[in-house]
């Protein structure tokens, strides 16, 4: 089968299977709306932030958001723990024990401790009245992306859940945004994702989709060339914005 490669900006690149838009039998009238639910429902930034600040401890101090901001977001674990064991000098680390225990961290804050942002339940709700189909990803396992969803009140919401992404935290390729689609039954350039990132608005630009970009504080010095709409609330005209981008004149 045919290959493609997606560039995460900063990290190895990533082969994976092309899924296009021939892999649903037929175009769907259905609209989709896509997020992910760790960084862009939760703020994952600044949880991840937080949960780096625990565990370097005493050397913590280096840890400037500037430095998070350049090499800590949308990052592949496997790329990003190698650089923060050299750059924070930490001798005696074990890399695979460094990730998990990020990885654990990050998932237990994101559940007991974070709120979802602010306009994004009456976001979905809106998509829905419309008629859009709703997908989420989550670098979380299943059971804990389950209960997060449950936290923030997505749980009964009829929101299709994409899991886990191994050894990854709020970094997902195209091939994920194209790969939600398909489970939506509905192709790429039917959906409307919304990001928080740039590596995430390239990712979802590079899939077909229409994208809105909600910048966190950590990334909102970015480039988001390309983006179809950059907000900084979800308020009730940037959702009914949003939810036009899909229409034809």
């Known amino acids: ?51 780096l600040t625990k565990i370097l401890g005493k050397k913590a101090s280096k840890l400037t958001k500037f430095y998070f901001a350049k ?7 496997s790329a990003l723990v190698p650089e923060l064991i050299e ?13 998990e225990n990020v990885k654990g961290a990050f998932a237990e804050s994101l559940i007991n401790e974070s709120k979802v942002t602010d306009g994004l339940l009456d976001l979905v709700k809106a998509a829905q ?8 990803f989550s670098s979380l396992d299943e059971e804990s ?6 936290k923030i009140g997505l749980a009964n919401s009829n929101v ?32 409307v994702a919304i990001t928080s990132d740039n590596n995430s608005c390239k990712a979802a630009l590079s899939s077909g989709m229409r994208v809105v970009v909600l910048p966190t504080d950590v990334s909102s010095f970015q480039d988001f060339g390309g983006a179809n709409m950059i907000v ?18």
């Open 71 to 77: 090499k800590c977001i949308a990052r592949n674990l």
């Open 129 to 136: 009245e419309k008629g859009f189909v709703v997908g989420v």
């Open 1 to 51: 089968m045919q290959e493609n490669t997606d560039v995460v900006e900063n990290d190895e690149v990533v082969a994976d299977e092309v899924i296009t838009e021939d892999v649903v039998e037929e175009k769907s009238p259905k609209e989709g709306l896509i997020f992910d639910l760790d960084t862009l429902a939760c703020n994952g930034h600044d949880v991840l932030f937080d949960v």
């Open 145 to 150: 992306a389950q209960l997060l969803l449950e």
């Open 232 to 249: 900084d609330e979800l308020s009730p005209s940037v959702i009914e914005a949003s939810l036009k981008l899909l229409e034809r004149d």
């Open 160 to 191: 299709t859940l994409s899991p886990y992404a191994p050894r990854t935290i709020n970094s997902f390729i195209g091939e994920h945004w194209r790969r939600l689609a398909v489970e939506l039954s509905v192709a790429p350039g039917e959906c």
């Open 87 to 99: 750059d924070f000098k930490l001798k005696k680390v074990v890399e695979e024990e460094f990730i």
